[in-house]
């Protein structure tokens, strides 16, 4: 099955049968429980806002942009399911009913500088000539669209994708920017043992996923994240050999029992091998933190939701110990990967800290009809289009800059 085949960009209806299909490929099996309104606008603004202006460069260079609060922004949002078909179904929160707009009215404040908005023509002259890809799973796809319906303001990008549909391609040709995403939620070679069941999966977990490290030469900027699939029944290979599984579909005393953390560690570990040694790659690779789930009142098989309709403040949650152990891993990871031979370059792009603070920004009952039967009913592991996500391209318009410098 084409793993990107219910994200084709320019279908303004869907049938919902593919759907259930798209909850049960993308849930996340979670064997743990995850502890002001105001009307629509039929005119959106433009990012140029009074609410959060341009900072000078000396003091953006010097903040830290993942450290601080969401406060409110009365100018959101900047497109709707009626002015951006890159949204799928099951983000589509506006069209399935929610009936708060609240969350669309906030914007992430860094403690020590303003974060400009994102601004669709100086990110596309920032990207003049250059490439983008996300490397990922359904989450790191729902970063892209985010982008996509940002920069539907000014531009429409053409599509196309490649016979597998593991890669798909979007040109802004005016600008000679293109963005591409690779399907690869475990970042690894990875097998299914029954296609029919789609799972248990095969992660050989030191052998690269060609599928996008031997593309990867071709982008200035690559996205890389991962996160959800690693709760998957999964048999681990190292070294040729069945070394140990998670949640082992049939009981066999002489395999060893491992953990979701123990493939993610040894995944990135893989992949960032993959980014240091692929030949020619001299592009930046932004390393995109765990995004955290939000079910409360139970797992996400065991009724939980996300209804909230405001952030939290800061000091009013924290990680799970599981979301907690993956973030960890990534920082790690990361800086070992920066010390490496391959002398390239990795940016943290945290975006743990932030979504940590955005319960209400899940489709949770609105990603479809009402009575549908799904897999994962409620979602609080995707987000809203338009919704928090949008947050995303304003840290990634910083990061580039801070790369390319002003334009």
Known sequence: MNPFEKSQMRKKSRKLAPIAALALLLTIPLYLSFIGDSSSRQTFPSHDSTTAPCPPAAELQQCDLFSGEWVPNPDGPYYTNETCDAIQEHQNCMKFGRPDTGYLKWRWKPDACELPLFEPDRFL???RGKSLAFVGDSVARNHMQSLICLLSKVAHPVEWSDPSGK??????????????IFWTPFLVKTGILD???GCPFDLYLDEFDDTWSNQIANFHYVII????????????????????????????????????????????Q????AINSVAGYNGVTFVRTFAPSH???????????????????????????????F?????????????????????????????????????????????????????????????PIDAWSDFLQELLRREIGDK
């Open 270 to 273: 893989t992949a960032f091998r």
């Open 327 to 387: 973030y960890t891993i990534q920082v790690e990871e990361l800086r070992i990967a920066r010390t490496l031979n391959g002398g390239r370059r990795f940016v943290l792009f945290d975006t743990t800290k932030p979504m940590l603070l955005r319960p209400d920004g899940h489709p949770s009952i609105y990603g479809h009809l009402p009575g549908v039967k799904l897999v994962m009913p409620n979602d609080c592991v995707h987000w809203c289009l338009p919704g």
């Open 225 to 268: 994240s991962a996160g959800s699939w690693f709760f998957r029944p999964s048999y681990f290979h190292l070294h040729h050999h069945l070394h140990g599984c998670l949640y082992c579909p049939v009981p066999d005393s002489n395999i060893t029992h491992l953990t979701p953390a123990f493939a993610y560690r040894r995944a990135f």
């Open 167 to 180: 890669q798909i391609w979007y040109q802004y040709k005016e600008h000679e920017f293109n963005i591409s």
């Open 195 to 197: 296609p029919s069941l």
């Open 125 to 127: 002259e920032l990207m």
């Open 295 to 325: 079910f409360e009142g139970g797992a996400w098989d065991q009724g939980g939701n996300c209804l909230r309709t405001r952030p939290f403040m800061r000091n009013e949650t924290a990680l799970e110990e599981s979301a907690l152990e």
